[in-house]
């Protein structure tokens, strides 16, 4: 009976101790993952304590922009290049081996459907150029042209068309 008591009692401290209040020194992981990057994101997209793949999937594209262009065109805006040059910061910060990008070209409605997959197309490898030239693993990425088959805006204005001129981006394991 006695020993029962000892080994209980043992049991009981080592729990209480075992689950003591932490310090308030945070420790290097909550470090590296609570602090802010270069793009201004706070977001350490090569993090790895995620719960699952999909959560980190839904990470990463989170922190990724559209590329928008021109009508009729599918040369990268000026002003989509700082655009361009984060999505390639992130892109490149990926654990090798871990993702894949699957990067998308779309257009509006005006066009034959094979005139704009063919734009479509043209502005994907555009914008893979520009994010291999930046560092980001071409064996890393996935092109396909959409076309205007997958529409974000329906509406028959100039602003919405707008909205479909562009190249949007699809992590995949």
């Known amino acids: 009976m006695k020993k ?3 080994l209980g009692s ?8 075992g ?12 470090a590296q993952n ?3 990057y270069s793009d201004g994101s706070g977001y350490d997209y090569n ?9 980190r999937i839904n990470y990463v594209e989170n922190g990724l922009s559209n590329v928008f262009f021109d009508f009729d065109q599918f040369i990268v805006r000026s002003d989509m290049q700082s655009v361009v040059e984060r999505d390639a910061r ?9 993702l894949n990008v699957r990067i998308e070209g779309n257009t509006d409605e005006w066009g ?33 042209s959409y076309g205007e088959s ?22 995949l394991p």
């Open 4 to 6: 029962f008591l000892v």
């Open 10 to 17: 043992l049991a009981a401290v080592l729990l209480v101790t």
């Open 19 to 30: 689950c003591s209040q932490k310090s308030g020194v945070e420790s290097d992981s909550n």
């Open 34 to 36: 609570n602090r802010y």
């Open 47 to 55: 993090r790895d304590n995620f719960v699952s793949l999909e959560e």
């Open 90 to 98: 992130i892109l490149s910060s990926i654990s090798a081996g871990t």
């Open 112 to 144: 034959t459907d094979e005139y704009n997959y063919a734009l479509g197309l043209k502005r994907a490898v555009a914008v893979k150029d520009a994010l291999v030239a930046k560092g980001v693993d071409e064996n890393k990425t996935v092109l396909v």
């Open 150 to 171: 997958k529409p974000t805006c329906t509406a028959k204005t100039k602003e919405c068309w707008a909205e479909n001129r562009k190249v949007t981006f699809k992590m």
